[in-house]
């Protein structure tokens, strides 16, 4: 049984950086062909895709927090982490990591399902 658990402060204050790590269990990060994504909900609002990195460590994210966002990976660990710099409360949200089913063909990755999701950590940015 696949199982993902985030982890990281609960409370950040504005113009930081929000850290939060995703633990995996039953599964490896670097397992073809698969990818690992962050994900978050504000309240009241829809789900916002904000990035992936593939088994293979490439990275994509949301053109909209590109420049704020990066994740990584330890695969040591079979974590993947993520870091969204200069926190605004905008930035409040429960976030998820989900493992994706994907396809990847001439550079691209084409995701087509989110099978497993962690539970979801509410972090709020606040001062």
């Known amino acids: 049984q696949v199982q993902l658990q985030e982890s990281g402060p609960g409370l950040v204050k504005p113009s930081q950086t929000l850290s939060l790590t995703c633990t995996v269990s039953?599964?490896?990060?670097?397992?073809?062909?698969?990818?690992w994504s962050w994900i978050r909900q504000p309240p009241g609002k829809g789900l916002e895709w904000m990035g992936v990195i593939t088994y293979d460590g490439s990275t994509y994210y949301s053109p909209s927090l590109k420049s704020r966002t990066s994740i990584s990976r330890d695969t040591s660990k079979n974590q993947f982490s993520l870091q969204l710099t200069s926190v605004t409360p905008e930035d409040t949200a429960v976030y998820y990591c989900?493992?994706?089913?994907?396809?990847?063909?001439?550079?691209?990755?084409?995701?087509?399902?989110?099978?497993?999701w962690g539970q979801g950590t509410q972090v709020t940015v606040s001062s």
């Open positions: 989900a493992r994706v089913q994907a396809l990847y063909y001439s550079g691209s990755y084409l995701p087509y399902e989110y099978d497993y």
């Open positions: 039953g599964a490896s990060i670097t397992g073809s062909y698969y990818a």
